[in-house]
């Protein structure tokens, strides 16, 4: 028996479709196989389709790499996500597009390990446990000690590393995770003090005494990409952590004078950091500056310290054009100045402790908080008669931790560093010589810009949490068993532990009795997150099964933001440890913004969490989220307005499959930003809405029982809208495959939603219904089995970007007996040049196009959609006059016409209206009758006028002088071929005009 089931794919449908869906609870048993021997569900619920697959596809293997298969493996390692909380819609965009890769590539073949992992995030999670510690116990890490703090930050990764996972599972993210890492995991620590030895040894990594980010809140060194700049363009009040309710000023330059010694002479400084005069230790001049010739080799007197403080010459510093020519050197706490004090041999006077306070070389100042020193220098020196000015300085940047909002302090700290000019020139040569292709290409100039000018890599962090260094100092008898603050670096021993160390000690300091006192400090995350795509397969164990089979990694996908901060230490890294590029291809993504363009700040109150856009949440709720963090209550105020504003109903239930495809659908090559639009992830909600309809519509028709046959019909038993929905499924294959392959996303997805929407439902389907009440088995049969091929591809098709929808509607759909048990291990479509079939695309244009023109026409007159007129066409073209005939009840059918004929003679038959259909023929409707002549001779009138227009501008653009030769011969032709059209357009509206007043 064939059943028949009314397609619902019409708009008024889906947009009555409620935005919530009745509360689902999940039946299935973890792992086990979702029961979809149930008819559909009558509406699309994603919680309900995105259940229980997730889990069955893990338990079934799915996506577990083979390092003893065949098939040629494809390697691609997710960036590790910062275990310190949530993933948010940066981390959606990464995996939505890997996840995209990664399934396409294993249903073309390929042994594909996509490689999860976490990263221990060694600042932001002490930071996070520190704060917890502080409001659930009262307590610091102080209090409890390096070993127990680290026992709390263990407990605290237990519970919310897990919450990442679910989130993963919730996106769909298929991902081998029996081979999950996490950068603090025992074998990658192996790798991590490994790498520092090998590094060590090779002296690419080396102890020294250098200006450091110093973070005052934290007590330790930060990277440069942990420091944001603001730029002040006037004299700016801001709080300063540490400091209390209090602020200060910034945007401003202070002048002050310096007493030249045994002289009623000065010099005066200009400074944005006044504070940083109490470590100054010389001024300097250009030499051939007039103004202070008769002061080469003199002294200044230091109004606070006793310190003489002589007038250098440095015409590398100074600028005699700018500000009063002299210059304050203050060699510990500014890098320009650092470089000064070496080329002087000055002295490098440190003025900070480690919390930002003034030490005991800052007279009367020491023990103030560094910015209420700035005010007491500054009071003193009025109080002494040597201030002379405050001025606005605009474009100052102001240097901010991101971790503390602290404001950071260049100091001079004993770290160890990597010297990174080789390993960068071998990143520069991969990419010039195309070793290492980063796509988009725009991105090479960046990586070159960095490469090229790259400086040594600071890599101690003044923290617990992370990898302790493995390097020992040796004291000697008699000294204090404790690293002194003036350090012998030839006194460091460098090995994997401390007995292996205690063994190099001995070599290197025969004879001596001495105690090895281990570094206190970790390893930047940088460090061990640039080992991420070896030490996660055995390295340094080279031989290691996954190490041969896996690395080098194929890919590395992440956001442009991190291109030189991790993509090139993981290159230099990789070059360095295993002479191999870690990866061949770099391709960069976006970074997600509001839809307004704003970056995602937690006090504006944008950032999304996906699991919000998957399951949906009131305003309500997000509001209680916002009171529920750690935003000052100014901040949760300023949030909640903006929430209200962006989101005022809440954001809808969208489901995993909308969010990813809207997402890929951004994500074009070159793109900086994406301005997400929750509405349009709601739009692909409804798309899978289609989807649904559709598969239900397709079960229906072909019938219980059906057997989807294991070859496809011949093309000369298929109709005409058969052969061309067949080629117009092959040209969205091949469209979906080359966009694939070259990044672009956008397209790849809009091949596959054009294809399904456009001419898979608002065509094929529609045509479709006539066959099948048609009562033809034969015709019936092969329209089937199109069906069957074209929703199969189709599901095949989107299932990278959609994976739990096209799993849900395929299961159900009928098989062929080589059917895979999924649809994920399913060959994935791919282009058939036999099934490009021109000429059935060309006949079943002039069905579309006449049948489009006839819906218009039906439109524009008001005629309600049961009526359906006659219909004549009158060819002008060739092909028109060939394919009519042919076609007269597929145009009846799409055009929701009544009888369709040929109007040979081109003549208007009595009682109809007419449109063009473009150049090629005029359709006319018998609408005598029917329709309000009044207003349809108006509508022609005002379209008559409006050809008018565009003509006599045609006429004008083609009267310049010397049109003939300035114009190029190619626009001259599409000029003179538009003018014929819009002129026989017009007449043909004429004519019509003229048979409505017949009508009368």
Same mark, same amino acid.
Not at 167 to 186: H, V, W
Not at 630 to 656: H, M, T, Y
Not at 767 to 789: M, N, P, Q, Y
Not at 855 to 875: E, H
């Given at each position: 028996?064939?059943?028949?089931?009314?397609?619902?794919?019409?708009?008024?449908?889906?947009?009555?479709?409620?935005?919530?869906?009745?509360?689902?609870?999940?039946? *299935?048993?973890?792992?086990?196989?979702?029961?979809?021997?149930?008819?559909?569900?009558?509406?699309?619920?994603?919680?309900?389709?995105?259940?229980?697959?997730?889990?069955?596809?893990?338990?079934? %293997?799915?996506?577990?790499?083979?390092?003893?298969?065949?098939?040629?493996?494809?390697?691609?390692?997710?960036?590790?996500?910062?275990?310190?909380?949530?993933?948010? /819609?940066?981390?959606?965009?990464?995996?939505?597009?890997?996840?995209?890769?990664?399934?396409?590539?294993?249903?073309?073949?390929?042994?594909?390990?996509?490689?999860?992992?976490?990263?221990?995030?060694?600042?932001?999670? #002490?930071?996070?446990?520190?704060?917890?510690?502080?409001?659930?116990?009262?307590?610091?890490?102080?209090?409890?000690?390096?070993?127990?703090?680290?026992?709390? @930050?263990?407990?605290?990764?237990?519970?919310?590393?897990?919450?990442?996972?679910?989130?993963?599972?919730?996106?769909?993210?298929? &991902?081998?995770?029996?081979?999950?890492?996490?950068?603090?995991?025992?074998?990658?620590?192996?790798?991590?003090?490994?790498?520092?030895?090998?590094?060590?040894?090779?002296?690419?990594?080396?102890?020294?005494?250098?200006?450091?980010?110093?973070?005052?809140?934290?007590?330790?060194?930060?990277?440069?990409?942990?420091?944001?700049?603001?730029?002040?363009?006037?004299? *700016?009040?801001?709080?300063?952590?540490?400091?209390?309710?209090?602020?200060?000023?910034?945007?401003?330059?202070?002048?002050?004078?310096?007493?030249?010694?045994?002289?009623?002479?000065?010099?005066?400084?200009?400074?944005?950091?006044?504070?940083?005069?109490?470590?100054?230790?010389?001024?300097?001049?250009?030499?051939?500056?007039?103004?202070?010739?008769?002061?080469?080799?003199?002294?200044?007197?230091?109004?606070?310290?006793?310190?003489?403080?002589?007038?250098?010459?440095?015409?590398?510093?100074?600028?005699?054009?700018?500000? *009063?020519?002299?210059?304050?050197?203050?060699?510990?706490?500014?890098?320009?100045?650092?470089?000064?004090?070496?080329?002087?041999?000055?002295?490098?006077?440190?003025?900070?402790?480690?919390?930002?306070?003034?030490?005991?070389?800052?007279?009367?100042?020491?023990?103030?908080?560094?910015?209420?020193?700035?005010?007491?220098?500054?009071?003193?020196?009025?109080?002494?008669? /040597?201030?002379?000015?405050?001025?606005?300085?605009?474009?100052?940047?102001?240097?901010?931790?991101?971790?503390?909002?602290?404001?950071?302090?260049?100091?001079?700290?004993?770290?160890?560093?990597?010297?990174?000019?080789?390993?960068?020139?071998?990143?520069?040569?991969?990419?010039?010589?195309?070793?290492?292709?980063?796509?988009?290409?725009?991105?090479?100039?960046?990586?070159?810009?960095?490469?090229?000018?790259?400086?040594?890599?600071?890599?101690?962090?003044?923290?617990?949490?992370?990898?302790?260094?493995?390097?020992?100092?040796?004291?000697?008898?008699?000294?204090?068993?404790?690293?002194?603050?003036?350090?012998?670096?030839?006194?460091? @021993?460098?090995?994997?532990?401390?007995?292996?160390?205690?063994?190099?000690?001995?070599?290197?300091?025969? %004879?001596?009795?001495?105690?090895?006192?281990?570094?206190?400090?970790?390893?930047?995350?940088?460090?061990?997150?640039?080992?991420?795509?070896?030490?996660? /397969?055995?390295?340094?164990?080279?031989?290691?099964?996954?190490?041969?089979?896996?690395?080098?990694?194929?890919?590395?996908?992440?956001?442009?933001?991190?291109?030189?901060?991790?993509?090139?230490?993981?290159?230099?890294?990789?070059?360095?440890?295993?002479?191999?590029?870690?990866?061949?291809? @770099?391709?960069?993504?976006?970074?997600?913004?509001?839809?307004?363009?704003?970056?995602?700040?937690?006090?504006?109150?944008?950032?999304?969490?996906?699991?919000?856009?998957?399951?949906?949440?009131?305003?309500?709720?997000?509001?209680?989220?916002?009171?529920?963090?750690?935003?000052?209550?100014?901040?949760?105020?300023?949030?909640?307005?903006?929430?209200?504003?962006?989101?005022?109903?809440?954001?809808?239930?969208?489901?995993?499959?909308?969010?990813?495809?809207?997402?890929?659908?951004?994500?074009?090559?070159?793109?900086?930003?994406?301005?997400?639009?929750?509405?349009?992830?709601?739009?692909?909600?409804?798309?899978?809405?289609?989807?649904?309809?559709?598969?239900?519509?397709?079960?229906?028709?072909?019938?219980?029982?059906?057997?989807?046959?294991?070859?496809?019909?011949?093309?000369?038993?298929?109709?005409?809208?058969?052969?061309?929905?067949?080629?117009?499924?092959?040209?969205?294959? *091949?469209?979906?495959?080359?966009?694939?392959?070259?990044?672009?996303?956008?397209?790849?997805?809009?091949?596959?939603?054009?294809?399904?929407?456009?001419?898979?439902?608002?065509?094929?389907?529609?045509?479709?219904?006539?066959?099948?009440?048609?009562?033809?088995?034969?015709?019936?049969?092969?329209?089937?089995?199109?069906?069957?091929?074209?929703?199969?591809?189709?599901?095949?098709?989107?299932?990278? @970007?959609?994976?739990?929808?096209?799993?849900?509607?395929?299961?159900?759909?009928?098989?062929?007996?080589?059917?895979?048990?999924?649809?994920?291990?399913?060959?994935?479509?791919?282009?058939?040049?036999?099934?490009?079939?021109?000429?059935?695309?060309?006949?079943?244009?002039?069905?579309?196009?006449?049948?489009?023109?006839?819906?218009?026409?039906?439109?524009?007159?008001?005629?309600?959609?049961?009526?359906?007129?006659?219909?004549?066409?009158?060819?002008?073209?060739?092909?028109?006059?060939?394919?009519?005939? &042919?076609?007269?009840?597929?145009?009846?059918?799409?055009?929701?016409?009544?009888?369709?004929?040929?109007?040979?003679?081109?003549?208007?038959?009595?009682?109809?209206?007419?449109?063009?259909?473009?150049?090629?023929?005029?359709?006319?409707?018998?609408?005598?009758?029917?329709?309000?002549?009044?207003?349809?001779?108006?509508?022609?009138?005002?379209?008559?006028?409006?050809?008018?227009?565009?003509?006599?501008?045609?006429?004008?653009?083609?009267?310049?002088?010397?049109?003939?030769?300035?114009?190029?011969?190619?626009?001259?032709?599409?000029?003179?071929?538009?003018?014929?059209?819009?002129?026989?357009?017009?007449?043909?509206?004429?004519?019509?005009? #003229?048979?409505?007043?017949?009508?009368?």
């Amino acid at each position: 028996t064939r059943r028949i089931i009314p397609a619902t794919m019409g708009k008024k449908k889906d947009a009555a479709e409620p935005a919530q869906a009745e509360v689902f609870v999940n039946n *299935t048993p973890k792992g086990e196989k979702k029961d979809v021997n149930e008819p559909l569900a009558a509406a699309y619920n994603p919680i309900a389709v995105e259940s229980a697959w997730d889990d069955w596809w893990q338990a079934s %293997g799915y996506y577990k790499a083979d390092n003893t298969s065949d098939k040629p493996p494809y390697v691609i390692m997710l960036p590790p996500p910062n275990v310190t909380g949530a993933l948010h /819609l940066g981390h959606a965009l990464t995996v939505a597009i890997e996840d995209t890769i990664v399934r396409w590539r294993r249903m073309q073949g390929h042994n594909v390990l996509w490689l999860p992992g976490q990263d221990h995030a060694g600042i932001s999670t #002490q930071v996070v446990v520190e704060k917890r510690l502080a409001r659930e116990q009262g307590i610091s890490r102080h209090d409890l000690g390096r070993e127990p703090f680290i026992q709390e @930050v263990w407990k605290w990764k237990e519970e919310y590393g897990s919450r990442i996972s679910s989130q993963l599972g919730k996106l769909g993210a298929s &991902l081998d995770y029996s081979r999950e890492a996490f950068t603090m995991d025992d074998n990658l620590n192996v790798a991590v003090r490994t790498a520092f030895v090998r590094m060590y040894d090779s002296k690419k990594i080396y102890r020294a005494e250098r200006l450091v980010n110093w973070d005052s809140q934290l007590k330790s060194a930060v990277s440069d990409i942990e420091v944001d700049h603001i730029t002040l363009e006037k004299p *700016t009040r801001m709080r300063v952590p540490g400091h209390g309710d209090k602020t200060y000023e910034f945007g401003t330059l202070i002048e002050f004078a310096y007493k030249v010694e045994g002289s009623d002479d000065e010099v005066v400084i200009a400074t944005t950091r006044l504070e940083t005069m109490l470590g100054d230790t010389a001024v300097a001049v250009h030499p051939e500056d007039p103004r202070y010739t008769h002061l080469h080799g003199k002294f200044l007197v230091h109004p606070f310290v006793e310190r003489r403080i002589p007038i250098i010459l440095d015409a590398e510093l100074v600028d005699m054009e700018f500000g *009063t020519g002299a210059v304050k050197v203050t060699p510990a706490h500014d890098p320009n100045d650092f470089k000064t004090g070496k080329r002087h041999e000055l002295p490098f006077i440190t003025i900070l402790n480690d919390d930002g306070t003034m030490n005991d070389k800052c007279a009367q100042f020491s023990g103030m908080r560094r910015f209420d020193a700035r005010l007491a220098v500054l009071q003193a020196l009025k109080d002494m008669d /040597l201030y002379r000015d405050t001025k606005p300085n605009p474009g100052m940047r102001v240097p901010i931790s991101q971790r503390t909002k602290d404001i950071i302090e260049p100091m001079l700290k004993p770290q160890w560093w990597v010297d990174c000019s080789e390993m960068a020139a071998r990143g520069v040569k991969a990419v010039r010589e195309g070793e290492l292709k980063i796509v988009p290409a725009q991105y090479k100039d960046t990586w070159f810009n960095w490469l090229e000018n790259i400086r040594d890599w600071c890599i101690s962090r003044q923290l617990w949490w992370g990898h302790r260094i493995p390097a020992w100092y040796a004291v000697f008898e008699g000294e204090a068993e404790e690293i002194p603050l003036q350090e012998d670096s030839s006194r460091w @021993v460098v090995s994997m532990s401390e007995e292996s160390a205690t063994i190099a000690a001995q070599e290197k300091f025969p %004879g001596q009795s001495f105690k090895l006192i281990r570094d206190e400090d970790v390893l930047d995350t940088w460090f061990s997150s640039g080992l991420f795509p070896f030490s996660t /397969l055995g390295w340094p164990d080279e031989s290691a099964a996954d190490f041969t089979k896996f690395y080098p990694n194929h890919l590395l996908e992440t956001g442009h933001d991190i291109l030189f901060f991790w993509v090139a230490r993981m290159v230099m890294m990789g070059l360095e440890l295993t002479d191999k590029l870690p990866f061949d291809t @770099v391709y960069l993504h976006a970074m997600v913004r509001d839809s307004h363009g704003r970056k995602m700040s937690k006090s504006l109150g944008n950032v999304i969490d996906p699991m919000d856009v998957i399951e949906g949440i009131s305003l309500k709720a997000l509001h209680e989220r916002l009171e529920q963090g750690n935003l000052d209550p100014r901040e949760v105020e300023k949030a909640k307005k903006g929430q209200s504003k962006d989101f005022p109903k809440g954001i809808p239930q969208c489901g995993s499959d909308a969010l990813r495809f809207a997402l890929c659908s951004y994500s074009v090559p070159g793109l900086r930003d994406i301005n997400l639009d929750v509405l349009r992830i709601e739009g692909y909600r409804h798309f899978c809405n289609k989807l649904w309809n559709a598969t239900k519509y397709a079960i229906g028709n072909l019938g219980e029982g059906y057997q989807a046959p294991e070859q496809r019909p011949s093309i000369d038993s298929m109709q005409i809208a058969d052969k061309w929905i067949i080629s117009r499924m092959n040209a969205a294959v *091949t469209k979906a495959n080359d966009s694939l392959t070259n990044w672009d996303f956008t397209n790849a997805t809009s091949a596959m939603h054009s294809f399904f929407i456009y001419e898979l439902c608002d065509v094929y389907l529609e045509w479709s219904k006539g066959v099948f009440t048609g009562g033809d088995d034969a015709k019936i049969a092969v329209s089937r089995a199109v069906l069957w091929e074209c929703l199969d591809t189709s599901l095949k098709l989107m299932h990278p @970007v959609m994976p739990f929808v096209t799993e849900e509607l395929w299961q159900r759909l009928p098989k062929r007996g080589s059917a895979q048990p999924s649809i994920m291990l399913e060959a994935y479509p791919a282009a058939n040049p036999d099934l490009v079939l021109t000429e059935a695309e060309e006949h079943m244009k002039v069905i579309l196009d006449s049948a489009r023109v006839a819906r218009q026409m039906k439109d524009s007159l008001g005629l309600k959609p049961k009526s359906r007129p006659d219909t004549f066409i009158a060819p002008k073209s060739d092909i028109f006059r060939s394919v009519l005939p &042919l076609v007269l009840d597929d145009i009846s059918l799409l055009g929701n016409v009544g009888a369709v004929k040929v109007q040979e003679d081109g003549s208007q038959p009595d009682g109809c209206g007419m449109r063009p259909i473009g150049d090629q023929a005029e359709c006319f409707l018998l609408i005598k009758g029917l329709v309000d002549v009044e207003a349809e001779v108006k509508t022609l009138n005002k379209k008559v006028a409006a050809h008018e227009k565009k003509i006599e501008g045609m006429h004008k653009q083609m009267s310049i002088p010397n049109y003939e030769t300035k114009v190029p011969e190619n626009v001259r032709q599409a000029n003179t071929e538009k003018l014929a059209t819009l002129t026989e357009e017009k007449d043909a509206m004429l004519r019509s005009i #003229q048979q409505f007043e017949a009508l009368r």
